[in-house]
């Protein structure tokens, strides 16, 4: 079962992390467009996953509602440029 809990009023994917927060930040730019906007790990979390945990589940979740992505994170770009290449 996935840690990740989409909270669509705050146009975010979240980790809870004994009460640290990773996040993926997202805006709908119009009715099949979504633009990933930046993921947050914090500091001592970095290395374990939970940023492309929080990729793939936004990734997926676009995927299923047909939105074509974008993105302004050089983070979820690394994630779009290996499904492209």
């Given amino acids: 079962m996935s840690r990740v809990v989409h909270q669509p009023q705050l146009h975010c ?6 009460g640290q ?7 709908l730019l119009n ?4 633009e990933f906007t930046s993921t947050h ?9 939970y940023g492309a945990e929080l990729v793939a589940a936004g990734l ?5 509602h047909n939105y074509q992505v974008t993105s302004r994170c050089w983070y979820v770009d690394r994630f779009l440029d290996t499904a492209v290449s």
Avoid at 60 to 64: F, L, N, Q, R, S
């Fill in 13 to 18: 994917f979240t980790i809870d992390l004994d």
């Fill in 21 to 27: 927060l990773a996040k993926l930040d997202y805006r």
């Fill in 31 to 34: 009715d099949d467009v979504i």
């Fill in 41 to 49: 790990v914090p500091f001592s979390l970095r290395g374990h996953g």
């Fill in 60 to 64: 997926e979740w676009a995927k299923k």
